[in-house]
Nanobody
Framework: QVQLVESGGGLVQAGGSLRLSCAASGSTFSRYGVGWFRQAPGKEREFVAAISRSGAITSYADSAKGRFTISRDNDKNTVFLQMSSLKPEDTAVYYC????????????????????WGQGTQVTVSS
């Protein structure tokens, strides 16, 4: 079982940057795929980015491509989401999710594919 804790959210002006972290417990985290999702007020939770267990494969929502970068440090059991050129529409609670152990190096982009979820971190982008 994996426990996830997000951090790094906050208030930032449009055009600014934030780096979110997702710290995981468990010694086998390197065998878990991880995704970032977000939920804006009044909207459904949506996919943002995902990374395979090795970090070699990534996937992004169209809204994140070119602005967000997902990465991981398996030695530190942490996955990062570097967000740049932030827009007011990026305002949301950001969640990380994990699924595994996996036997192949692949990404998952659907919420239902993830078993473990963090509590979320708020990101607010002011105009």
């Amino acid at each position: 079982q994996v426990q996830l804790v997000e951090s790094g959210g906050g208030l930032v002006q449009a055009g600014g940057s934030l780096r979110l972290s997702c710290a995981a417990s468990g010694s086998t985290f390197s065998r878990y795929g991880v995704g970032w999702f977000r939920q804006a007020p009044g909207k459904e939770r949506e996919f943002v980015a995902a990374i395979s267990r090795s970090g070699a494969i990534t996937s992004y929502a169209d809204s994140a491509k070119g602005r967000f970068t997902i990465s991981r440090d398996n030695d530190k059991n942490t996955v990062f989401l570097q967000m740049s050129s932030l827009k007011p529409e990026d305002t949301a609670v950001y969640y990380c999710a994990a699924d595994g152990p996996l036997f192949s190096d692949r990404v998952k982009v659907q919420q239902r594919q993830y078993e473990y979820w963090g509590q979320g971190t708020q990101v607010t982008v002011s105009s």
